[in-house]
């Protein structure tokens, strides 16, 4: 079975600094990589994804991702944040050959922006 | 707005009782996700149906069911509640056409629901 870990619970950037959020995955073969964001009081919103290909993704809200086979990582970054980033976020992993009912969610990584 | 709408938005109940939580897709969307956030286990998949029929089922105990009626809208309901059942539970809901991964998720805004 595949898992996903967020290392970091809680992270706190300043206003217009660079993010990185960290992912790390556990699966034996190529993964299906997953960054969703859920701001205060909403549901979760997919960010980007990653089948193959290309390892730097490129979402919405000027998200990235790089898939690093390697480290078994898909860390999520983006060069600006702004204060509506302020959010939590959610890695999640899923085995091919199936669909979003076997997505496994990370326990998400919460974003502070400050002034 | 993501076009899923869940209701109530809020619910607190005691222990022992049963309640259901709705939720309407998004336009256009077949199948429907149910979700528990909790704080220490995160968001864990309970069950998902597609067009009316179930299709996969996650971390769902006994005491929940769910169905998906012919207008598409799905119930979850949740009966013998228990104080750990408090917890925050969306409903997703996805195109779905091939069961792949080509269907994002679009989340509802989820119901709070408190057991005392």
Redesign the interface.
Known sequence: AQSVTQPDIHITVSEGASLELRCNYSYGATPYLFWYVQSPGQGLQLLLKYFSGDTLVQGIKGFEAEFKRSQSSFNLRKPSVHWSDAAEYFCAVGPGGFGNEKLTFGTGTRLTIIP | D?G?TQTPKHLITATGQRVTLRCSPRSGDL?V?WYQQSLDQ??Q?LI?YYNGEE??K?NILERFSAQQFPDLHSELNLSSLELGDSALY?C?S?V?TD???N????????TRLTVT
Do not use: I
């Open positions: 993501s899923v199948s996700y995160g968001l998949f998902q299709r996969a996650g969306f997703a996805s779905d069961s792949s991964y269907s994002p998720l679009h989340f509802g805004n989820g």
